[in-house]
C-alpha cells in the first residue's frame, strides 16, 4: 500500500487528470501501460453530502459531471466498491 503523497507524485509524474475537490475519495492509480487516478464513488457522495447536498442530487452531479465526461485516456476510474459479503449460491 502507498501512501496519498506518493501516490500524488505518481499521478503527476503521468500526468494523470484528477476530479477536483474530492482528494479524500482518491484511492489509489491503476498499473500498467496507462496509468489513470481511481476514486471511491460512494466517498464522492459523501463529499457532496457534507457540503448540504441531498443523496440523489449528489448522484445526479457525480454522473452528469464526473463520471459521464470522458477526458481522454487519463480520465480517472470511479469505483463502486462491494461493502457486503457475497456469498455464493
Known amino acids: 500500500m502507498i501512501g496519498k503523497e ?10 494523470c487528470l484528477t476530479a477536483d475537490g474530492f482528494d479524500d475519495a482518491l484511492v489509489g492509480c491503476t498499473y500498467g501501460a496507462n496509468v489513470v487516478a481511481v476514486y471511491d464513488i460512494n466517498k464522492m457522495v459523501e463529499i ?32 463502486n466498491f462491494v461493502t457486503q459479503e457475497i456469498h455464493n449460491a
Do not use: R
Open 48 to 79: 457532496l453530502m457534507k457540503d448540504g447536498t441531498d443523496y440523489e442530487d449528489a448522484v445526479e452531479f457525480l454522473d452528469y459531471n464526473v463520471v459521464g465526461s470522458y477526458l481522454g485516456e487519463k480520465t480517472p476510474l470511479y469505483v
Open 6 to 15: 506518493y501516490l500524488m507524485e505518481i499521478l503527476e509524474e503521468e500526468e
